[in-house]
């Protein structure tokens, strides 16, 4: 098995585990109103730094803790590497190796390029200059074959944007779309009424295939078990706190851009929620989705990084969905095509999806789906932390 991509995996099944198609936002809502009151009425610690919780940290001091990971990923991305390029194997503090001065030098150069160019807007990353690749190209390429049409377009949220304006006055807006979406799914009474999801099925990643089993309750409940020759994967949130369970491992338990997905993820009823999701929407025209066109809708967030959505123009139903995550060098991404919807229960569900992020991708195929089932609460409680070693006796 091709263990790198176990970590991608176990912590991408909550993202695409049942139904962007008819889940949706409320547990991103319910989440913020809950968390406003908790802060409202008790005095919580400030979240630590990552210099409080990790050791040798030197060009990062002041960035969230939850966020250095994230922000190692965008690193190893961008440059195509694993961990070991720069840290010591179990003694990821240490300086033996030139590279990881190399990489503090590298984001000091960024961090100074955007302030003294861009006002401190994060223009410039790691990936602009590397592209997947440990030394950036200082020659241009020759062609090698014809130009292919849009090769050398930028990407992100707003890629293609200008290009489209035109096809955007005379299109539906993006609020017609979002509610052809709802309509596409089945409308707002049936998806409504689903109170729980169970999923079987096969997860493929790096010629592997292997059995999941995924619960889904609301409000804001999800579990998934990938089945592994030496135990279960887990990825899990209950509506409060998410984890990720690995064979052997302690329970690791989500933050930051994780959490805030799973938030999103966990309820069931997206399409009727999608709107109180933003606050901001607008169309940034079509592009083409397999052999399809799709409509493009950007959706900004407060405080957050924006979510894209791409809805089929005949069917109105949603084909691909990308988020980024934020980490203090720059947003990783993670798009989400869906295929395969059929009807359960009066609402259209996808019964495939392929998760795909800088590191790798996966897809998920539904064999068997039932809806608004028994599903026991005690599935989605956390294990509890292991216990200490204890020392010897004196």
């Known amino acids: ?89 179990g003694a990821f503090e240490k300086d033996d190796k030139k590279p990881k001065q190399t990489a503090r030098k590298m984001m000091e150069m960024m961090f100074a390029i955007n ?26 390429v020759v062609m090698t074959e014809e130009p292919k049409e849009g090769m050398a377009e930028p990407h992100g949220p707003d890629a293609g944007a200008k290009k489209e304006e035109a096809k955007e006055s005379a299109g539906p807006t993006a609020d017609q779309l979002l ?20 999923m079987k099925g096969t997860i493929d990643f790096g010629g592997k295939s292997l059995p999941i089993d995924i619960y889904s309750k609301d409000p804001d409940k999800r579990i998934s078990f990938t089945h592994m020759p030496d135990g279960d994967s887990v990825t899990a949130f209950n509506g409060q706190e998410g984890w990720l369970g690995m064979p052997g491992r302690p329970v690791r338990e989500m933050h930051g851009s994780d ?8 309820d069931l009823h997206l399409a009727t929620h999608l709107k109180q999701m933003f606050s901001q929407t607008r169309v940034a025209g079509t592009e083409k989705i397999g052999d399809r066109e799709a409509y493009k809708v950007l959706g900004q967030r407060e405080a957050k990084p924006p979510i894209i959505l791409y ?19 720059g ?14 229960n009066g609402v259209k569900v996808p019964y495939r999806w392929t998760l795909a992020r800088p590191s790798g991708r996966f897809t998920i195929q539904v064999s068997e789906m039932k809806q608004n089932v028994p599903v026991d609460d005690a599935k989605f409680v956390k294990p509890p932390s292991p216990e200490p070693p204890k020392g010897p006796a004196k």
């Open 179 to 198: 509610d052809k979406y709802v309509q596409a799914a089945g409308g707002a009474p049936a998806i409504d009424k689903i109170t729980s999801r169970v």
């Open 115 to 140: 302030k003294d160019n861009f006002e401190g807007h994060r223009e410039v990353t790691c990936y602009s200059c590397h592209r997947g690749s440990t030394h950036p190209v200082a020659i241009p």
């Open 259 to 266: 959490l805030d997905a799973a938030s999103i993820d966990a």
């Open 311 to 329: 809805f089929d123009k005949q069917s109105g139903l949603l084909v691909r969905l990308v988020r980024y995550g934020e980490t203090a060098l």
């Open 331 to 344: 947003w990783l991404p993670t798009q989400i095509d869906y295929a395969d919807y059929r009807d359960a």
């Open 1 to 89: 098995m091709n263990w790198r991509l176990v970590p991608l995996v176990s912590a991408g099944l909550l993202i695409v585990a049942g139904g962007f198609s008819t889940g949706g936002v409320q547990a991103h809502s319910k989440m913020a109103v809950q968390t406003s009151a908790n802060r409202a009425s008790v005095s919580e610690p400030a979240p630590k730094k990552a210099e409080e919780q990790f050791k040798n940290i030197q060009v990062l001091k002041g960035i969230p803790a939850d966020e250095l990971f994230p922000t190692m990923q965008f690193i190893t991305a961008s440059l195509g590497v694993e961990c070991e390029f720069c840290h010591v194997h």
